[in-house]
Each structure stands twice: as structure tokens, then as C-alpha cells.
């Protein structure tokens, strides 16, 4: 009998894989790419990944694995050179990116806790007498960890019995629980097909009107019939009751009708999207105009593995990427189009399966366990009939275990969202999307209206394929940009008010006479403030005392709606006080503005019409931000108030102002891609104006209306930009010229920390000599109660990098096998953002 040994990765912070022998009974079905639950330390289970089997005795004892998981390898030699490069690339280990990669679901270990899964029927007959056990342990207990079930029940094998109670839908992972996605309903109501008949509905009129009880009952069927145009379609339920003026409609009369079955209710997903396959469209019928057809035409042809699309916003990029993927779905391969942020998608995944209907797959991170587990199945299906041609979603969607991979899109790839940043892997998605590409030999376009200054410069060195799309599509102008000078308004409300009042001048005349117009129109209004909350902070007039986080370096944020002071780091959050602590004066002011105060200020100044906002403190709850999208698409909203959220992709055909509230906040940022980012965040906020129909306006508010990137905003100049900006980080050495490196060292203790950032700079420039740079204290220094440190490496881009990340690992690790510094945490950023 041969004796195998298999190499596994666990999915845990740990280098490397391990090493666990077979026994004989599985020497027969061990594969790479199947999960297997071993031992990994005293007593805890993992399910971990077999990467390679082998005959190679071990020099040491080494466990067997306790048993299999999977009948098939549930990931591919592809996915495992993709993590092994992602998790080199990025200074982690594979264990990080299997535990980021993998749906929990599949991530089954001694410590996780599972539970009864919430649509199990509770049918019992076709549960194995362990499986009963468990579904009884459970149904007392409610949630409990592997490890006690084990216990209690005494079966060794536990966790394959657990899995495949997972598969079958009776339990599910607790932590799957917490996150399930329940798409938004909404209830309809539609008459029944009894009463479909002309006739049949007369009589039940006639039988409704002869009796004065039953009179609100005739109200609501008359209401009903005047909404679904006879009974053809379906009506909301909101809708159908909503008094809107009219006398109200009685609810019981209602509930009666449904009763007595003349009226039916059920509910349907709501969202942007209501597509069937029957409804879909061939792409052919796409006709694309001259610039479409031409950067259409260089994309499918181009000889670079890399192209970038760099098209105006509304110059049709979308409709190019269609036809992009129709040609390789033509040919029955799949198609990874990735956004920054998958909450923003709806509009895009409508647009999407109305050419490919249910070939599209969208991979969501909040999806529940079950629904995540069947989009990898069918991405990964071998025959091309059952599996999803189109996957489409945000940098997770990269870890799919993909059949046939022809095409990459990354839309939007200049957006920040695109990094991660905690924990490790600290990847980006559209730089690891380029290197899942080549692993497959496919193509990857990358679209943007304001392309990152990485990926335009790999397009003037050639090193990409580049297609420019300069006009808006349908001969739609760009929107006039114009500026609101803040210095003269503030001048202006001083000689009028003859004080130095401050209120109110977060608005100049300029942009409140143009909402005032846009509102009369019954036009749209977007608001872009990139600070949440109401005012920055809040500040003593007489000492200048301004109310701290205790655990982080920063100052606290008043939040109206909460009448508190919280920390945007921690969440730490303290009453607002009403007198200064230091002095006890109590000429506490308020400073800067957040989306809070505008949303509030607009409900004062415009008192008629209904203003929104749309940031991380209103969008916390899940699906809030599809209504608010939903609404201001259906115009029940007149000015959306928003952080960055507001500048995303997103395409309304009523909006005719967009006022950018400070522009000096975006400019004046301490970061060298602050001006940038600053010309990205504009002019995609203006792409917003005037999409459908006519010429929008875009009013941008600032104390310096003559500041390079205003003035290239202006003049809608991304090529000036591009140049002033690549000028700047040749001289400064900054990317795309030069490569970074950020070490972020964390303490609790200070002291300790600084011997710490000293020691690794002083043995990192011994062999890097000046490309060390620091340790320096961030902008915030402390968060959570840590003490924070960084070090920043800096190679030019000609330099081979990966011995020095190499060596980069050692020096750290050395200096924490250190135990002065045990507890000392290095974090690894490479090509921080
Ligand atoms: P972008 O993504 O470049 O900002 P979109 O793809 O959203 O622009 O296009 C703007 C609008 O123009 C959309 O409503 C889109 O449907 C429409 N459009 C673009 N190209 C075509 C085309 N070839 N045929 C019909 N409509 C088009
Ligand atoms: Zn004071
Ligand atoms: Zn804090």
C-alpha cells in the first residue's frame, strides 16, 4: 500500500501550507482542491485545502486528516495561482486570501457556530438518526459552536455530517445568518382570475352595490379597477390604499375582498430590475454610434492585453462593454465585469440581463450562505449550458472559480473602493483583475470618464491599449460648470447683515437661485458634500477646546439626529457637552459643515420640497440606499444630499443641477493624489447633470475659483490634468513613476512602538538605504486605542520588487520574534492608495 501525504492550507493568518498524512481508506479519493477537516493545534478543527498531494515523507510526525469534505475540488489550479500570486503581491499569506476567497459556507471549523436554518421545513422523516440528533441539540439550544455540538453528541466525524446539513438547507452557519440579503418586496394586489370576465365582474359589482354594507368594499374595487386598467395588472398594495388626497380607503373592506378571494395579494422582489428571459433582447439590436463603433472596433481587435476605455460620462461606455461581451459569450467563454461597489449595481445588472437575462450571475457579498454557494457552482459548471456567462460584482467576484474566463471589464476603475483595506490581503481589484486575466489568456478592459493617472500612463507608454469616446451620446452636451466664488459671497452677506454671520453661508445666492429654478421646473437636484454628520466638530470660542475621541486622534463629529459627538473611527461617541470642560465658557460654536447640517439647512430654506440624503449614516440599514435610489428615480424625492455615494455611476434623466458644496475640502487634502482624486470626484458628481433631455448645470462652491483642478473641471480638461499631475509625481517620486510600500506598525504602548519603528527603519535602510522613508506618525496617530507608526518604502518602477518584499518579511519577522515587541502588529500596504 502506498502511503500519501497531502500539503494544506489553512485558512488562518499563517505562512505557508502544512503537511498531514492520508489514511489508506481515502487514498483512493484525496484531491487537490478538496477540502479537508484536520487538526491544526491542540484541539481545534479547520476545514483546510489540499494543494498538493505527495509521497515525500515528512521529516517529522505528522496527524491525518480526519476526513473529506468535498466528492469534487471545489476550487481549481487556476484560483490557487491566482491567491498564491494575490498573496505574494500583496505581502500576506494564502491562509488570508482562502479566508477571504471562500464563502463561509465552505469555511466550516471547530469554533463556528451554527443554527437551525430559518426556511427549513422541520420535517423530520428524512433525517438520519445524527442528523435528527443534531436538528434536536439545536432546536434547544439554538445557536452552538461545532465543537460543542461534537461534544455532546460524541461523533468524532462531526463536520461532514455538518456540511452536508449545510448543502441540504437545515442548518446554516450562524455568521451566514447575520448577513442574509432578503431582497426588498413589495406587495401586489391583482384580481382574480374568477372575476377576469367582463361579466363575472359586473355581477359581483351588482351583487357589492345592492347592499349599504358592503359599499366600501365597492370604493376599493373601483379604485383597484381605475389603477390596473381593468384588472390587467397588478397593482401596490401602498399604492392602491394610500389615501393620496382622495377620501382613504377602509382597510377591513379591503381585507374582506382578499378574504372572499375577488382580490389576490403576493409579493414580488422589488429593486430596478424585473427582467425575464423571455424578455430579453439580442445585443445586435444595439446599434452603436461612430465613436462607439471605432473604440468597439479597436477593444475586440486590440493586440495589448490591456486596454482602457476612457469615454466622457454618458458617452455610452456601457453599451460598447454589451457588445465587448456578446463577442466572447458568442464563443462560450464567461465575463467578469467588476464595479467598485456592488450597493450601487442595479442599474447596470438591469442594463446587463436585459441583452443576457439569466446568464448573468451577480456574486454579492451579502448574499446569503446558500445563494453564494450556487453562483460558484454555476460559474464553475463544466458544461457551458448550465453555467453563468456573465458574473458581475464588486473585488470578491475575483475569487470565483471560473470554467472559462474570456473577458475582464473593471467599470469605474479609477475608484478608491476598488483597494481593500483591512484586514490582509490590502489587494485592489482592478490590479488583480489584470493578473486573473492573463492567467487565462483573456482580455481586460478597463473603463472610466476620469481614467486613474496609473492606468492613463501605462496607456501613453503603450503598455495598454487605449480608446477615447469624447462626446456624450445622442448629441447630449456636456454640463456647464460654473463656480460660485464663497470669498465674495461671504464678503456680500456681511455688507448686507452687517455682522460676520457665519449661517447660511454654506449656500451662495448663486446655487440657491439655481435649485429655486430647478425645483419650479420640477427638475432634480444632487448635493455633493464629501463630510457626514452635521458640523465637523465643535469648538470653545474662548480657549479653543474641541472635544477628542479617547481612543483615537481625532476629534469627534456632532451628529444632529443622534444629539451626540461621535468618533468616524471607533464609533465612540459622548453627549455634546454645553459648556467648555477646560474654561467652562459656554461659547461652544459649531465649525464645518456635514450632510446632516445641508439636509437640514435645505428643509429650512426650501421647506417644500422633499430632500434626501444618501450617506454611510442613512444607508447603514441594508437596502436603504435602493430606495433612496428607487425614489429619487421615481422623482418622490427633489434634492438628494450625498458623500462620495452621489458620484457613482449612477444615471438619472430629471437631474438639472449639481451643486458641489466645498471643493476646497476635496483639494486641500493632505495626500499626494489629493488633486486627482479632487478632478475624479468632480467631474464624475457633474456627469450626474443633465443626463437625458437637456444641458445640466453644475455649480461648484469655493473660496478658489481660479485652483488648477476647478479650472480643468471647468474646461472638462482630464488631458491638463493628467499632465500637471504626472509632472508633479516625477519630481516628488511618486507613483506611476515610483512603487510604494506602507509598513503601518500599531501598539498599545507608545514607548514601545517608537523603539520598535526605530529599530525596523534603522535594519531596513541597512539594505534599502534611502528608499526608506520615516517612521513618521500618520495624520491620525492613535485609533482604537493603538498607537500608530508607518514606514514607507519607495522603489523605482524599474526595480524588481518581489526580493524586496521578500526580505522585507524577514527584517519584520525577525524584530517580532523579539518578544519585547510580541504584540507589536505589522500591516503591509502595497500601492497604498
Ligand atoms: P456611460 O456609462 O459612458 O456614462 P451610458 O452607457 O450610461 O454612459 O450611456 C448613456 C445613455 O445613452 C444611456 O441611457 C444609454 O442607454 C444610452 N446609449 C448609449 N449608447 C447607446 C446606443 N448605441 N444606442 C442606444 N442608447 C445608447
Ligand atoms: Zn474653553
Ligand atoms: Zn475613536
Known amino acids: 500500500m502506498q502511503t500519501f ?22 487514498n483512493d479519493s484525496v484531491r487537490v482542491g478538496q477540502r479537508v477537516v484536520v487538526q491544526f493545534g491542540s484541539r481545534r478543527l479547520y476545514s483546510a485545502l489540499v494543494r498538493r498531494i505527495h509521497e515525500e515523507v515528512p521529516k517529522y510526525r505528522v496527524k491525518y486528516i480526519l476526513s473529506i469534505l468535498d466528492k469534487q475540488p471545489i476550487v481549481t489550479e487556476k484560483q490557487f495561482l491566482f491567491w498564491e500570486w494575490l498573496a505574494d503581491y500583496y505581502m500576506s499569506y494564502v491562509g488570508d486570501v482562502m479566508a477571504i476567497a471562500l464563502p463561509s459556507a465552505f469555511r466550516l471549523a471547530s469554533e463556528s457556530s451554527v443554527t437551525i436554518h430559518p426556511d427549513y421545513s422541520g420535517e423530520l422523516s428524512d433525517l438520519t438518526d445524527n442528523e435528527l440528533r443534531v436538528v434536536q441539540l439545536l ?20 463536520m461532514p455530517l455538518l456540511n452536508t446539513m449545510i448543502e441540504r438547507e437545515i442548518i446554516v452557519m450562524d455568521e451566514d445568518l447575520h448577513q442574509r440579503f432578503k431582497p426588498r418586496t413589495t406587495t401586489y394586489v391583482s384580481l382574480s382570475p374568477l372575476y377576469h370576465e367582463e361579466d363575472e365582474a359586473r355581477a359581483l359589482f351588482d351583487q357589492l352595490e345592492k347592499k349599504k354594507t358592503t359599499q366600501k368594499q365597492v370604493d376599493v374595487l373601483m379604485r383597484f379597477m381605475q389603477m390596473s386598467q381593468f384588472g390587467k395588472e397588478p397593482v401596490p398594495r401602498r399604492l392602491l390604499l394610500d389615501s393620496n388626497g382622495d377620501s382613504p380607503l377602509s382597510e377591513s373592506a379591503f381585507k374582506t375582498l382578499v378574504r372572499n378571494g375577488v382580490l389576490e395579494q403576493f409579493d414580488k422582489e422589488e429593486s430596478f430590475i424585473a427582467q425575464d428571459e423571455a424578455d430579453t433582447v439580442s445585443p445586435d439590436s444595439i446599434t452603436l454610434n461612430a465613436q462607439q463603433q471605432e473604440a468597439f472596433g479597436y477593444l475586440s481587435t486590440c493586440d495589448k492585453p490591456v486596454a482602457l476605455l476612457h469615454g466622457v460620462t454618458s458617452s455610452g461606455k456601457t453599451e460598447v462593454y454589451i457588445k465587448l461581451i456578446h463577442e466572447v459569450v458568442k464563443q462560450g467563454k464567461q465575463v467578469l465585469f467588476l464595479l467598485p461597489e456592488i450597493a450601487l449595481t442595479a442599474q447596470i445588472i438591469n442594463r446587463l440581463r436585459k441583452y443576457f437575462g439569466k446568464t448573468v450571475g451577480v456574486y454579492h457579498s451579502r448574499f446569503s450562505a446558500s445563494q453564494r454557494a450556487e453562483v460558484w457552482t454555476h460559474t464553475s459548471a463544466a458544461d457551458p449550458a448550465q453555467r453563468y456567462q456573465v458574473l458581475l460584482g ?35 481589484g482592478r490590479d488583480s483583475a489584470i493578473y486573473l486575466a492573463h492567467l487565462w489568456q483573456a482580455r481586460t478592459v478597463l473603463g472610466s470618464a476620469t481614467p486613474s ?34 470669498k465674495e459671497e461671504t464678503a456680500r452677506v456681511r455688507r448686507e447683515r452687517g455682522t460676520a454671520s457665519a449661517r447660511s453661508t454654506h449656500f451662495s445666492q448663486f446655487l440657491l437661485n439655481h435649485i429655486t429654478e430647478a425645483l419650479d421646473n420640477k427638475e432634480q437636484v444632487i448635493l455633493f458634500q464629501n463630510r457626514r454628520g452635521f458640523s465637523l466638530r465643535i469648538e470653545c470660542d474662548d480657549c479653543h477646546w474641541v472635544p477628542q475621541c479617547q481612543h483615537c486622534d481625532v476629534s469627534l463629529v456632532y451628529h444632529k439626529a443622534t444629539n451626540s459627538m461621535r468618533c468616524h473611527y471607533c464609533g465612540y461617541s459622548i453627549p455634546v457637552p454645553s459648556e467648555c470642560p477646560a474654561c467652562h465658557s459656554h461659547h461652544l460654536t459649531m465649525k464645518g459643515v456635514g450632510t446632516e447640517r445641508i439636509e437640514d439647512d435645505l428643509s429650512i430654506l426650501f421647506p417644500k420640497a422633499r430632500v434626501a440624503r444618501m450617506d454611510l449614516d442613512s444607508t447603514l440599514q441594508r437596502n436603504r440606499y435602493l430606495e433612496i435610489l428607487n425614489d429619487f428615480q421615481e422623482r418622490r424625492i427633489d434634492i438628494l444630499v450625498g458623500t462620495q455615494m452621489v458620484t457613482k455611476g449612477l444615471d438619472f434623466d430629471n437631474v438639472s443641477v449639481v451643486g458641489i458644496v466645498s471643493a476646497d475640502n476635496l483639494i486641500y487634502f493632505p495626500d499626494f493624489r489629493a488633486f486627482e482624486r479632487a478632478f475624479q470626484q468632480m467631474t464624475q458628481v457633474s456627469g450626474r447633470a443633465g443626463r437625458h433631455g437637456h444641458q445640466g448645470k453644475v455649480i461648484i462652491q469655493t473660496y478658489n475659483p481660479y485652483h488648477q483642478a476647478i479650472r480643468n473641471v471647468i474646461d472638462n480638461d482630464y488631458a491638463a490634468m493628467y499632465d500637471s499631475q504626472i509632472t508633479e509625481r516625477r519630481v516628488f517620486r511618486y507613483p506611476p513613476y515610483y512603487r510604494l510600500i506602507e509598513l503601518t506598525l500599531k501598539h498599545r504602548d507608545q514607548e514601545v512602538l517608537n523603539d ?12 534599502f538605504a534611502t528608499r526608506v522613508i520615516g517612521p513618521e ?57
Open 5 to 26: 501525504f497531502v500539503d494544506v492550507i489553512l485558512p488562518l493568518h499563517i505562512h505557508g501550507t502544512y503537511t498531514y498524512r492520508v489514511p489508506q481508506e481515502y
Open 139 to 158: 432546536s434547544e439550544h439554538n445557536v452552538m459552536t461545532v465543537e460543542d455540538i461534537s461534544r455532546a453528541i460524541g461523533l468524532q466525524k462531526m
Open 394 to 428: 464588486a473585488r470578491s467576484a475575483l475569487f470565483l472559480p471560473f470554467a472559462d474566463l474570456g473577458l475582464v471589464i473593471v467599470d469605474e476603475e479609477h475608484d478608491t473602493s476598488y483597494k481593500q483595506y483591512d484586514p490582509a490581503p490590502r489587494y485592489h
Open 453 to 486: 493617472l496609473e492606468s492613463y500612463f501605462n496607456a501613453q507608454q503603450g503598455k495598454y491599449g487605449l480608446a477615447t469616446m469624447t462626446k456624450r451620446y445622442g448629441g447630449l452636451q456636456m454640463p456647464e460648470v460654473l463656480c460660485a466664488d464663497m
Open 756 to 767: 520598535a519603528a526605530g529599530i525596523l527603519a534603522r535594519d531596513l535602510r541597512e539594505v
Open 777 to 833: 506618525y500618520p495624520s491620525v496617530s492613535r485609533v482604537r486605542g493603538l498607537y500608530i507608526k508607518t514606514i514607507l518604502l519607495r522603489f523605482e518602477r524599474t526595480e524588481a520588487i518581489g526580493q524586496a518584499k521578500h526580505i522585507t518579511l524577514d527584517i519584520c519577522d525577525r524584530l517580532k520574534a523579539d518578544k519585547h515587541f510580541a504584540s507589536l502588529q505589522i500591516h503591509f500596504d502595497v500601492d497604498p492608495q
